[in-house]
């Protein structure tokens, strides 16, 4: 029971990698607060684990959405010790043809969400003393470049805010890595074509796709007091596609 009594705020909680570790996060012994745009589906698909989590409408890309997430952890918990920033998106626009929008919800999402869900808590943590964790999610993509210049952009920018906030909140015992996965078995990954998933596995020398439970454990580890000396650091989960 690594995580036994942690309060986790997990993003993007209602599919893929934010669900799997959601789940890995409960069977460690946390209280986790699930969140995505739509409560009642996540709350549906996440019936199984009871009480043990609370699920809750958020737009992470909204900052009083945010806010009155936070909000209702501390009144419910107290405190907040781990923050899981998954919640992305993602766009099959070719670089000259993306368009304004496109371009403004994936860096909105992925870039801006992460922000404001990793700002309010560690605001939280501080307010209550508590020497949590950040976890950001970026994608090898970022390291790559195989992707929409959106995606990888807003991927690529997630590092460098975990490495700055890093050392920012060092002096608070607050630490903050990046967990880097490879091609993973999403909903999301569903979406490529076959084409372009089956050039995209030819440079993973482990020769599979990542599964989210995968990710998941490594999630744990990050956020346990087994990674208690590791802060600003990208840790890739990618079957050797790329190097850090």
Known sequence: MKLNDKVAFVTGAGQGMGQAIVRRFVAEGARVVAVDLNREALAESLADLGEKVLALACNVADSASVADAMGQVEARFGGLDIVVNNAGVGAL???LDTPDESWAR???VNLGG????AREGARLMVKGKRQGTII???ST?????EGPSHYCASKAAVMGL????ARELAPSGIRVNTLVPGPTNTPMMAGIPDEHMLALLKNVPLGRMCETDEIA????FLASEDASFMTGQNIAVNGGMAFI
Do not use: E, H
């Open 136 to 138: 950001n999610l970026s």
């Open 217 to 220: 454990r490594v999630a744990v």
């Open 162 to 165: 975990t490495r700055a906030i």
């Open 106 to 108: 994936v860096i909105n």
């Open 114 to 117: 992460t922000f404001l869900c």
């Open 141 to 145: 993509a970022a390291l790559t470049g």
């Open 93 to 95: 626009d070719s670089f």
